[in-house]
């Protein structure tokens, strides 16, 4: 499906809003950061930000899912590669977000001038997979 810039710029707007408004509950959620800060010191190579743990946090705990974002919710390529599968007929239930960088195309400026745009992704929680046998 083909969208407009106009729908493009409103995606982005409501994206960038969301993150906002994560980032600023993540701000005042001592526990949050506390169970982040616990995992970080326990998960060698866990690089995950703040920010983006808060906001699959803040969706597992809305859906009632056990668990720790990044350990029990995993994108569809890190539970195969940790030997599971998604079970068949199953849809990700909580997404991430990552941000992406794109270069400026005006040409006049001599310096490159790079863009941040927020992109999601499909996570799967532990209850929707199954070992590869």
């Known amino acids: 499906m083909e969208y407009t810039k106009e729908q493009k710029r409103e995606y982005f707007a409501k994206l960038r ?8 509950a993540a701000e005042n ?10 995992i970080r010191k326990e998960t060698p190579g866990f ?8 906001w699959t946090l803040r969706q597992m705990i809305a859906q009632n899912l056990e668990g ?4 029990d919710a995993k994108t569809f390529n890190g539970w195969k590669s940790a030997g599971f599968r998604v ?3 199953e849809n990700s239930k909580i997404e991430g977000v990552t941000w ?13 001038h790079t863009n941040l745009y927020p992109k999601k992704y499909a ?10 046998n």
């Open 123 to 132: 996570l799967f929680h532990k209850s929707q997979v199954e070992a590869i």
């Open 100 to 112: 992406m960088a794109a270069k400026s195309k005006k040409e006049e400026e001599d310096d490159d």
């Open 29 to 38: 959620d001592s526990d949050g950061r506390i169970k982040y800060e616990a």
């Open 17 to 24: 809003a969301s993150w906002k408004a994560n980032k600023d």
């Open 87 to 89: 079970k068949k007929g």
């Open 47 to 54: 690089s995950i930000s703040y920010y983006g743990f808060y």
């Open 68 to 71: 720790t974002p990044y350990i």
